[in-house]
């Protein structure tokens, strides 16, 4: 069933057929919290028969959502501790985040900033506050990258993005922009000629990192606008969160990934999910990451591998956390695990044999 317009309301739940009656109660004391949209496109990708559609349960509020343990915390990567001006982010050296915008085109019930974006949330950048953004990145040398994020930064005019890239242009040490979106998957047809000749104004490498987190996000209309951003020559890269309920199998893993690669996206990072309030139901044991993502090695190619990331709460950057397949057993030798579970020593002990 495919909507006519997107849904932001509990009652525009349960009319388009994503909610009980029973639920709305529920739903309306999240959302006085939390914004809900979804788009047409996921929309109708939602099977309205099952109750654990991993669609669904990306977007539509449950009321475990309103429960917080004891970790959680507002902002759970600590952008706030790392903001010299409003809307930068500089964590790294040589890159930095531009939050120009406060709004998404649908709100992930997991989301690590789901305290910061939504209508009563931070907002859009006023004039002056983009100003003082620009003017922080054009005196800093050392800032290389500039990661627009937000919010998701396409849901902006072409104009806008236009505007930003083209003040960018002028910042001779930024060689690379790369832009954080969900777009390309849940609202395709924004990804246009002139959005993607807004991408390219600063004349700079451009990015695009996609977010999705289930093959069946990837739908033809999905894939398409990939391929017109990839065949404008914008590079894409693929981001994820691991999510129980939604993700945590090797088989959706592998097809999630294999489906970036055949559309020319790289696969980038795959999250363990952030401390975010509300968001415990969504989170997996690192243990359990560890095993899954071990399961895709020797499964699916090496082009589909992510890298699997904690963000370290506090503000203290990212991790790679995968298990590790060595282990040293003494002074430069090692036991080495193969993706079958097999364990070798290295260098090899005795004569070598071809398996």
Not at 44 to 72: H, K
Not at 98 to 113: D, I, N, S
Not at 222 to 249: C, E, H, P, T, Y
């Amino acid at each position: 069933m495919k909507q006519d317009r997107a849904i932001r309301t509990a009652k525009d739940l349960v009319s388009a057929g994503l909610l009980g009656a029973d639920r709305l109660g529920d739903a309306e004391a999240v959302a006085k919290r939390y914004a809900i949209a979804v788009t047409p496109d996921m929309a109708g990708l939602i099977d309205r028969a099952d109750p654990n559609d991993p669609i669904a349960r990306q977007f539509v509020p449950d009321i475990a959502e309103l429960s917080t343990t004891p970790e959680e915390r507002a902002d759970p990567i600590g952008d706030l501790s790392h903001s010299p001006v409003e809307g930068i982010v500089h964590r790294y050296p040589d890159r930095v985040l531009l939050k120009a915008v406060h709004v998404c085109p649908v709100y992930c019930r997991f989301c690590f900033r789901r305290e910061m974006v939504g209508p009563e949330g931070l907002g859009t950048l006023a004039p002056e506050a983009m100003d003082a953004a620009i003017g922080y990145i054009t005196n800093h040398p050392e800032i290389w990258e500039v990661i627009l994020t937000g919010g998701d930064p396409l849901v902006l005019s072409a104009r806008r993005l236009e505007e930003m890239m083209v003040r960018l242009k002028d910042i001779p040490h930024v060689k690379i922009v790369r832009f954080h979106s969900r777009v390309p998957v849940v609202e395709p047809q924004r990804v246009d000629d002139k959005l993607i000749a807004a991408l390219k104004a600063s004349g700079k490498t451009t990015y695009v990192a996609l977010h999705a987190n289930h093959p069946r996000e990837l739908t033809p209309a999905a894939r398409a606008a990939a391929g017109r951003l990839v065949d404008a020559g914008v590079v894409m890269l693929s981001q994820s969160v691991l999510l129980r309920g939604i993700n945590d199998d090797p088989d959706v893993l592998a097809e999630l990934m294999r489906g970036f690669v055949e559309m020319r996206v790289k696969p980038y990072y795959l999250h363990h999910p952030d401390l975010a309030p509300g968001t415990a139901h969504f989170r997996l044991s690192i243990a359990e990451g560890q095993a899954l993502v071990k399961s895709l090695r020797g499964r699916v190619s090496g082009l589909c591998q992510p890298t699997y990331v904690l963000d370290i709460p506090g503000g203290y950057g990212k991790a790679p956390i995968a298990a590790s397949n060595v282990e040293a057993t003494g002074e430069d030798t090692y036991k080495v695990s193969d993706w079958q579970g097999g364990v070798h020593a290295y260098p090899p002990t005795g004569s070598y044999e071809t398996p």
